[in-house]
């Protein structure tokens, strides 16, 4: 069986701070990992991937990943947090045989103060 | 090239009421998802599709849901009788198949059931 662990609901930075988004997962085949990115009303937007090639993920809009098997663990950071950042955010899991069936987290939302 | 339609966006019913909704997926992706986001959480999958055939439809409540994917492209998702717990986003998703590749998710369609 999968999961996802998604710490912490609600997450609020400053403008041009940090980003941590944290993520934990449980897997018993080798996992593929995900995150994905939600605005109001909208889709979910993928930001990367993890698929057993490189343990640090580039994604798009400057977030990027790191897979630490040993932890279990795929957080997402951006170095400067920008306004537009303000959204929800879903780890996720999929692997073995459950044919690309994602396992999502309950999702952490992302504040930017300005 | 175009994403994942999905329309209705947005539905009000009241409950005992039928309610169908339609996804159109990226056109040459042969697998479908249908996931539920409800309120503050993560996507759960109802039912994916490879073509035409359900291969995973065990999250479907069946005795209310029913889908169908015709000719392995469009798909209708349906309700019957609606339910006041069904309120929610009903979510298509379309991707390659397999574990490893991006799922592409349409805006959704989020169901008021009064």
């Excluded at chain 1, 080798?30 to 057993?52: A, D, E, I, M």
């Excluded at chain 2, 490879?50 to 209310?64: F, G, H, I, T, Y």
Aim: proline share 5%; with cysteine; glycine share 10%.
């Amino acid at each position: 069986a999968q999961s996802v662990t998604q710490l912490g609901s609600h997450v609020s930075v400053s403008e041009g701070a940090l980003v941590l988004l944290r993520c934990n997962y449980s897997s018993s085949v080798p996992p593929y990992l995900f995150w994905y990115v939600q605005y109001p009303n909208q889709g979910l937007q993928l930001l990367l991937k993890y698929t057993s090639a490189a343990t640090l993920v580039k994604g798009i809009n400057g977030f990027e990943a790191e897979f630490k098997k040993s932890e279990t663990s795929f957080h997402l950071t951006k170095p400067s947090a920008h306004m537009s950042d303000a959204a929800e955010y879903f780890c996720a899991v999929s692997g073995g045989n459950q044919g690309g069936k994602l396992i999502f987290g309950q999702g952490t939302e992302l504040s930017v103060k300005p | 090239e175009a994403g994942v339609v999905q329309s209705p966006r947005y539905k009000i019913i009241e409950k005992k009421q039928p309610v169908a909704f339609w996804c159109n997926p990226i056109s040459g992706h042969n697998t479908l998802y249908w996931y539920l986001q409800n309120l503050g959480q993560g996507p759960e999958l109802l039912i994916r599709y490879e073509n035409e055939e359900a291969v995973d439809d065990s999250q479907l409540p069946k005795d209310r849901f029913s889908a169908e994917r015709l000719k392995g492209v469009d798909s209708t998702l349906k309700i019957q009788p609606a339910e006041l717990g069904d309120s929610a986003v009903y979510l298509c998703a379309s991707s390659l198949g397999g574990a490893g590749n991006e799922q592409f998710f349409g805006p959704g369609t989020r169901l008021t059931v009064l």
